[in-house]
């Protein structure tokens, strides 16, 4: 007989389902943070004329990879086995989603330096 360590068990599909919609509205919550944290050093910036804090638009970012990295990962493997699914190419999908988001951050980030240069 295996001792039950509390915390330590498999969960079931109910344990997981209540994990799961826990873990989204923690994810939403922060995203909507960052977003309005990011907003307001962007007035702060605007109106006082501060320097510019990056840190809100660089975890908001990162937590955006992370999410769409590992979704995209995910169903990578969830269908890998399956021949009638075409998700199962290269990882194109990863690589233009890679190059898209570099592409938007390299904009941001030069959209960021010209606002913040005075003539």
Request: aromatic fraction near 10%.
């Amino acid at each position: 007989m295996k001792p039950q360590w509390r915390g330590r068990h498999k969960m079931d599909e109910m344990e997981r389902h209540i994990l799961f919609k826990s873990q989204r509205n923690a994810y939403f919550f922060l995203v909507l943070a960052l977003v309005v944290w990011s907003l307001y050093e962007s007035w702060q910036v605007f109106t006082w004329h501060t320097t510019l804090n990056l840190l809100p638009c660089l975890l908001l970012v990162t937590a955006v990879l992370i999410q769409g990295f590992s979704q995209l990962a995910l169903l990578r493997r969830a269908v890998r086995d399956n021949e009638e699914s075409d998700e199962t190419g290269p990882l194109a999908r990863l690589v233009v989603f890679a190059c898209a988001v570099a592409c938007a951050v390299a904009t941001v980030g030069a959209a960021v330096i010209l606002l913040c240069v005075r003539p």
